[in-house]
């Protein structure tokens, strides 16, 4: 059984993917679609960082209570738990790690209504490997300036 045919409740939540590669930053991407998460960690890892993948937001949540991450990069309409809900736990549990929400469908009407909720980037779907890159280092630089001013 493949991780995108995992069914609640029978197993515990599966472990996250990994790929790594010698990074100083560790990002986890979050997406039910199976193509959408590996094309994700295939550009990430080709271009040098550490990455872990889960299919879905619960499996996230769970990852991101176990492991320490640098980005989270997360779809947004995803079963057992969105991207969006997945912003709120993280905000909820005062965990300052900076998100990319690269999805089809963008909640901007809660952004307006919950700004706490804003992403620290957003992507539209479809974006090119290129937008997705030029993302995570425009957020990771932004948080490493952030970390060496404490």
Same mark, same amino acid.
């Given at each position: 059984?493949?991780?995108?045919?995992?069914?609640?409740?029978?197993?515990?939540?599966?472990?996250?993917?990994?790929?790594?590669? @010698?990074?100083?930053? #560790?990002?986890?991407?979050?997406?039910?679609? %199976?193509?959408?998460?590996? !094309?994700? &960690?295939?550009?990430? $890892?080709?271009?040098?960082?550490?990455?872990?993948?889960?299919?879905?937001?619960?499996?996230?949540?769970?990852?991101?209570?176990?492991?320490?991450?640098?980005?989270?990069?997360?779809?947004?309409?995803?079963? @057992?738990?969105?991207? #969006?809900?997945?912003?709120?736990?993280?905000? %909820?549990?005062?965990?300052? !790690?900076? &998100?990319?929400?690269? $999805?089809?469908?963008?909640?901007?009407?809660?952004?307006?209504?919950?700004?706490?909720?804003?992403?620290?980037?957003?992507?539209?779907?479809?974006?090119?490997?290129?937008?997705?890159?030029?993302?995570?280092? @425009?957020?990771?630089?932004?948080?490493?300036?952030?970390?060496?001013?404490?």
């Amino acid at each position: 059984m493949n991780d995108d045919t995992f069914i609640s409740g029978e197993k515990p939540a599966p472990k996250p993917t990994r790929a790594w590669k @010698k990074s100083p930053h #560790l990002v986890l991407v979050v997406d039910d679609d %199976s193509d959408v998460r590996q !094309l994700s &960690v295939d550009v990430l $890892t080709a271009s040098g960082y550490g990455v872990e993948a889960c299919n879905d937001g619960d499996a996230g949540w769970q990852a991101l209570q176990t492991r320490s991450y640098d980005l989270v990069i997360t779809d947004n309409k995803m079963p @057992k738990m969105t991207g #969006l809900e997945m912003i709120e736990k993280l905000r %909820s549990a005062s965990m300052a !790690l900076p &998100v990319i929400m690269a $999805t089809t469908f963008l909640p901007t009407s809660v952004f307006v209504r919950k700004p706490w909720l804003e992403p620290d980037a957003v992507l539209q779907r479809p974006c090119s490997n290129e937008d997705l890159l030029e993302a995570v280092k @425009k957020v990771l630089r932004k948080d490493d300036n952030l970390k060496s001013r404490t």
